[in-house]
């Protein structure tokens, strides 16, 4: 089931409704987390959680760095969290491991609230349930890459023979196989973080948190891993929330995305939602950029069909992107049938199409 | 020639100032000169010390009846006698009943060589098997070895409080508020300062001489911990945790292992101070190659100093090669290391059955050639080069050290007091007059005052030549890459010695004068201060530089209007930390003639009658290192902002 929906989400994108016809993974409901030693007094009053960020800093000098932030992740979604630097990505994501602790609210993971967990409990979820890769990669510097990739195991206790089996195995799935012995600063960036990807995948986790993982690399070992993030969400298929700064990137990786501001959500949808019904100014001049379409779908620009409408061309699903369909349009001389089910949507044709790879140039 | 308006150049208010208190001090100097002076003569004793006597054979008299004594300092003075006897058992002195120690040279000698292969490599092994050999055929085993025990003794000590307490440190910041004022002032106070307090509770001996060096060696182990710790990356750390460590954990596998080589640096610290603290404890009785030296010195037997003072070098030398090279990771091959083990275990054997691997064959020996070779050295040097030496010692001492001396200690005391406050309060404001008020009155109660202004203007002398060496060489180390290349390593050499080491070549040179105390404190204290210059003028920026050069400044342009000025902060720091190191070899240069507050100190440990006078000696040279220190803290920040 799992593996099907994945294929069909890197295919052709589904919208919201869709991701939620069952629980979700992780449910997070009107988390804060303010700095500063008068927090929880920020968090228990309406009227300072109403002032903007700046202002709470100069009455109070805390800083909210996440406010009221409400989002759901599916089974098996890549959900991208994206946002400009300080607006309270990276706290977000380490709050929902605590690595922060978080100021109020609620994060439920697989119907149990995070927050209360204890000490100990709060160990296992992280040692079974889920890891984490960082951007500044953080390994172990002392150890081989075997040794960093097997780090997590020998801290749950795994005997030695087994941890080397376990850390084999991930060594080969992300591409390191003849590195074991190496050390990280023998390593360059790329393969650094391959060991850090490693490292966490190797206590099968059923979520993995990404900060930025690809922020210190070149653009191009940038792609290649990207890339290779998409094949290891294909072949394992576990729910990743991945936290950039990068549209492109998070437009590549996502099945949706959420875009923060200033430690708010902006808007959450996924890639042809934010382009196609930008909720604000801020996200519109997000997205401007972007080729529309390379993201949108014909969802997006099909209209009715009218009365002189041929109806007896050629037919195309609503999640077709733009830029595939350029060709069956344009080569069609009657408008093309945007049909689900069996049932008509609208139609498409040249205008259509050239409006919006016309507003590219 | 073509009419310029030269602005008038204004003289600053303060410098009026300064500039008439000077003048006023002098016209008065000259008017009651050698009135109110409280001189004190070398024998002649104040109530105050006689009652700190008093309080001595009331301490030496109850020591062995009031429970604070029996349960709490003598319970520290037997554990840390045991320890240390029982290494001295184990490698220095004759112990068990047999006439010679348990591990004789030759298992010392293998001992070191193998645990230098372990954790440093071939090479230092052979260096370090070189150097012990060495320090047999210099006659001197015995004493190397009482020396080494007592180092190891304190390091075992030291380390074993210092590691966790630096952990601790490093993982707490309350810990890490707490410990480093407590850190800075250990480490500020002069280091024969707690020698006498110390024997007031824990008898001279060993125990005093461990105790004194462990507070003295500690405090590096203990910050660079901290450090280390502190300075491991957050996202490790996080990391770790992440993966849902426990803090056990993370402290056992990220934290320690991460930290590690900084760590071994922090040991290698420790030894290197203890050393050097272990040979200037003989001054209270601590065996060894210190007490060698000591004696030798006593009755001006240069050859023989230069003999011990050699063997301080080479035991350093060692011990610091080899915890340098235990820094890096390496992995000995089995064969080696169980080869080497091997080999060890047989050498020791040897060592404890027979006598010729027992006590080093006395028949090879090249010490008396060495004390020879020192002493005809020195007579031809006393012979031959009088003419430059004394030159330098009679021009310093006229133009500096006399008139210096005479302004402070044949002026009133008053007079003195008032000048110094009066100054303080320009360069400090209130707080600064309160602080140095209250030093002064202390030294006035020490009944030494007279003492403490002769050692106050040896101390400025010092430093003096201190700042005009640190400038000169710093600039030039600043402004050379080449230079810095070839002086810093020399520079790090001379920290790591023992201070007495230098005494016995200057005393060649200069005999027993105040001047050689002075450029004993000089030697020792010089390294630090040109460092700080030298990297203080090496961090201006380049670009700044480039600037003035473009804009055609000569060299000397540069250096005076650009360089110097920026670097400041380093001039003041330099200026600080050479006076507190210049007053930390006070009592060392008592030794060799300085006499007044130095003098005082050493006397007071040899004679009981003068053990008080001595410990308010020890008390004056605090006080004035407090002031002192203030001040300078209070001018630099005046000055850089
Ligand atoms: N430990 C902290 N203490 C105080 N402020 C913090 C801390 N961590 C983050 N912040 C503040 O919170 C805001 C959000 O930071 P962060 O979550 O790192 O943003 P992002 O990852 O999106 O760049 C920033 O203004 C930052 O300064
Ligand atoms: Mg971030």
Redesign the pocket.
């Known amino acids: 089931m799992c593996a099907v929906r994945n294929k069909q989400s890197r295919n052709g994108r589904r919208n919201r409704s869709e991701w939620f016809g069952v629980d979700p993974v992780i449910s997070v409901g009107n988390l804060w987390k303010v ?2 030693s008068n927090a929880s007094q920020v968090v228990a009053s309406d009227e300072l959680k109403s002032l903007s ?1 700046q202002e709470l800093m100069d009455r109070t000098g805390a ?1 909210a ?2 406010r009221g932030v409400d989002f759901d992740v599916a089974p098996g979604e890549m959900f991208v969290v994206m ?10 994501v ?1 709050c929902l491991t605590r690595l ?1 602790e978080p100021t109020a609210g609620t994060i439920m993971f697989e119907g149990e609230n995070i927050l209360e967990a204890d000490a100990k409990r709060l160990r296992d979820l992280r040692r079974n349930k889920f890891s984490m890769v960082f951007q500044h990669f953080g390994l172990l510097p002392h150890r081989t890459v075997a040794d960093n990739v097997g780090y997590g195991l020998e801290i749950r206790g795994v005997p030695r023979a087994k941890r080397g089996e376990r850390s084999q195995e991930v060594i080969d799935l992300v591409g390191l196989t003849g590195y074991e012995k190496s050390y990280p600063d023998q390593l360059s960036g790329g393969m650094q973080q391959r060991v850090g990807l490693a490292r966490a995948l190797a206590g099968d986790p059923d979520v993995l948190f990404f ?2 993982p690809f922020s210190a690399l070149d653009p191009l070992i940038r792609r290649d891993m990207q890339s290779e993030v998409i094949r290891l969400h294909r072949e394992v298929g576990k729910t990743m929330v991945f ?1 950039t ?1 990068d549209l492109s990137e998070a437009l590549k990786l996502g099945d949706r995305i959420l875009i ?1 501001r200033d ?1 708010q959500v902006v808007q959450v949808g996924t890639g042809d939602e934010l382009v196609g019904a930008p909720a604000d100014d801020y996200v519109r001049d997000f997205v401007k950029d972007v080729p529309r379409s390379h993201v949108l779908t014909l969802k997006w620009i099909m209209r009715p069909p009218r009365p002189d409408d041929e109806l007896d061309g050629p037919e195309l699903s609503p999640e077709t992107v733009v830029r595939e369909a350029v060709r069956s349009v344009l080569g069609a001389d009657k408008p093309v049938k945007v049909v689900r089910d069996g049932e008509l949507l609208g139609v498409v044709a040249d205008e259509e199409i050239l409006g919006v790879v016309a507003g590219e140039v | 020639m073509v009419a310029v308006a030269v602005p008038r150049r204004q003289i600053p208010r303060k410098a009026l100032i300064v500039g008439g208190i000077v003048l006023a001090w002098l016209v008065l100097w000259l008017v009651f000169r050698n009135v109110g002076t409280l001189a004190l003569d070398a024998s002649e004793l104040t109530p105050l010390h006689r009652w700190i006597n008093s309080v001595n054979d009331a301490v030496g008299a109850s020591r062995n009846s009031n429970p604070v004594f029996l349960y709490f300092f003598n319970e520290i003075r037997l554990v840390i006698d045991e320890f240390v006897t029982f290494v001295q058992a184990l490698i220095a002195q004759p112990s068990f009943g047999r006439p010679v120690p348990v591990i004789g040279w030759l298992g010392v000698v293998a001992i070191a060589g193998f645990v230098s292969l372990a954790v440093a490599g071939w090479r230092v092994a052979l260096l370090a098997v070189a150097g012990f050999v060495f320090l047999g055929l210099q006659g001197l085993w015995q004493e190397s070895m009482d020396t080494l025990s007592l180092t190891l003794a304190a390091v075992v000590i030291a380390l074993l409080f210092g590691i966790p307490l630096g952990i601790w440190a490093g993982l707490s910041d309350r810990a890490n508020r707490i410990m480093t004022p407590v850190l800075d002032f250990m480490q500020t106070m002069p280091t024969f300062v707690y020698l006498a307090p110390l024997t007031l509770f824990f008898l001279i001996g060993p125990a005093s001489a461990t105790i004194a060096t462990l507070i003295y060696a500690a405090p590096p182990a203990i910050r660079i911990t901290a450090h280390a710790i502190r300075s491991v990356p957050h996202n490790t750390v996080e990391a770790s945790e992440s993966l849902g460590a426990t803090r056990k954990q993370t402290l056992l596998k990220v934290l320690l292992p991460s930290a590690r080589k900084t760590i071994v640096l922090g040991v290698n610290q420790t030894i290197m101070a203890a050393l050097s603290m272990v040979t200037i404890a003989a001054l209270i009785d601590a065996p060894g190659l210190g007490k060698t030296v000591v004696k030798a010195l006593q009755t001006l037997d240069v050859g023989t100093a230069f003999n011990a003072g050699l063997a301080i070098v080479v035991l350093a030398i060692v011990l610091d090669r080899v915890t340098t090279a235990a820094t890096e990771r390496r992995s000995l091959p089995r064969w080696a290391f169980f080869g080497g083990f091997g080999v060890t275990g047989v050498a020791v054997y040897f060592s404890y059955t027979y006598l010729w691997a027992a006590e080093f064959p006395s028949e090879v020996e090249i010490g008396s050639s060495i004390r020879k070779g020192a002493t005809a050295v020195t007579e031809w040097v006393q012979d031959s080069l009088p003419v430059i030496t004394n030159g330098f010692k009679d021009f310093v001492t006229s133009v500096l050290i006399n008139p210096l001396q005479a302004l402070l200690a044949e002026s009133p005391w008053f007079l003195v007091a008032l000048v110094i406050v009066a100054l303080s309060f320009l360069i400090g404001g209130v707080r600064a007059a309160v602080v140095s008020a209250a030093c002064l009155g202390v030294l006035v109660a020490t009944g030494l005052w007279q003492d403490a202004m002769i050692t106050l203007a040896s101390t400025l002398v010092a430093t003096i030549l201190v700042m005009i060496l640190g400038v000169v060489v710093g600039v030039w180390m600043g402004r050379s890459r080449r230079a810095d290349r070839f002086i810093r390593p020399i520079l790090d050499a001379g920290q790591v010695m023992p201070a007495f080491v230098y005494l016995v070549p200057i005393l060649a040179l200069f005999s027993a004068t105040r001047f050689t105390a002075i450029i004993a404190a000089v030697v020792f204290a010089a390294p630090v201060a040109i460092k700080i210059i030298a990297d203080g003028i090496r961090a201006v920026s380049p670009a700044t530089v480039e600037a003035s050069t473009a804009l055609g400044s000569s060299s000397w342009q540069t250096i005076v209007k650009v360089q110097l000025p920026m670097a400041r902060r380093a001039l003041t720091l330099a200026a600080n930390q050479g006076l507190i190191y210049v007053l930390s070899m006070v009592v060392v240069g008592g030794l060799v003639g300085a006499g007044a507050l130095g003098y005082d100190v050493v006397a007071g440990f040899s004679q009981g009658q003068l053990y008080g006078k001595g410990l308010a000696a020890g008390v004056a040279i605090v006080v004035l290192g407090v002031m002192l220190d203030r001040l300078t803290q209070a001018a630099a920040k005046r000055w850089t902002n």
């Open positions: 700095f500063g960020r800083v760095a996440v946002g400009l630097s300080g607006s309270g990505k990276s706290t977000l380490r922060v900060d930025e936290i700064h923060m430690g």
